[in-house]
Structures are given as C-alpha cells and as structure tokens.
C-alpha cells in the first residue's frame, strides 16, 4: 500500500495528501476545499471538470472529478524570484473526486514536485506551501489547525 500515515480520514502518500469526506457529495466537498485553502492565501487559478471533459471526448462517465489549481501568491512571487522557470513547477494542485457515499479531497505535495528543481531555497518554500496545506486539509476534517 502506498500510503505512509492513516490517522483518521487522512492519509499521506510520497506525492499527496488526501482526506475523506464522509457522507459528502463532491461537489459540496469542492466548494470546502476552495474555502479552506483560501482561509490558506491560496486563490484559484484554474478550474477542470474531468467528468465533463471525459464525457465529451470519450463518451465515458468517472462521475464527480475535478482539480482545481491554487497559488499562493506570496510564495509564487518568492519562488520566481528565485529561478523564473520553476514557475512550471507551480501552482499547486488538488484533486476532488467521488467515492461512493464519500468524498475525497487531495493534494498534490510541494516538496514532492519540487524535488525537480535543484535549489534549497525552493525547498523551503515548498515546506511552507506544505504547512498551509496540511492546515487546510486539517480545516476540512473539521479539526482545528495549530496556530502559528
């Protein structure tokens, strides 16, 4: 099994995190995960329904899936003055799918993607991308994140 840590209805994998949403619809569990990454800074950049997408184009139905791209925009400015290019490493990505009567959220883990780029400053802001996220995830299991 992939996953490292299970406490609860969170689990951690070398590239992503993930909560389930008991008893939630997808698309209400969506509209959490906007809410408790913006309390994070993050504002949406980007929306894809693959529902949607794979219905059109493959006439096949995966039920509820979206990703919605987040950024940051203080670590996004801090991360391009460092090295322009690694602004293809960003923004952040999170994954919301059905699962029967359940939801899940993911997201996609910084220090993961990071890894590609060579530079230990980078490094640093994914880990603070990573402390906003784990925050948020906490938000929507209904768990109070530590304060700062």
Not at 19 to 26: E, G, H, P, Y
Not at 30 to 46: D, M, P, Q, T
């Given at each position: 099994m992939l996953a490292k840590r299970q406490a609860g209805n969170k689990k951690e994998l070398s590239y992503g995190r993930f909560?389930?949403?008991?008893?939630?619809?997808?698309a209400?569990?969506?509209?959490?995960?906007?809410?408790?990454?913006?309390?994070?800074?993050?504002?949406?950049?980007?929306?894809?329904?693959?529902?949607?997408?794979?219905q059109r184009n493959l006439d096949k139905d995966v039920g509820p899936y979206w990703t919605i791209e987040i950024c940051n925009p203080n670590l996004a400015d801090r991360v391009l003055a460092i090295d322009r290019a690694a602004g293809?490493?960003?923004?952040?990505?999170?994954?919301?799918?059905?699962?029967?009567?359940?939801?899940?959220?993911?997201?996609?883990r910084p220090e993961a993607v990071v890894t590609l780029a060579p530079d230990e400053r980078l490094s640093a802001i994914a880990r603070e991308a990573e402390q906003h996220i784990e925050r948020a995830l906490l938000r929507l299991e209904g768990l109070e994140p530590p304060m700062e």
């Open positions: 909560v389930r949403l008991s008893d939630t619809a997808a209400i569990a969506l509209e959490r995960a906007k809410n408790a990454f913006g309390r994070e800074g993050f504002a949406v950049v980007a929306e894809i329904d693959f529902r949607g997408a794979l293809l490493l960003m923004p952040c990505r999170v994954a919301v799918w059905q699962e029967g009567r359940d939801s899940v959220v993911a997201a996609l």
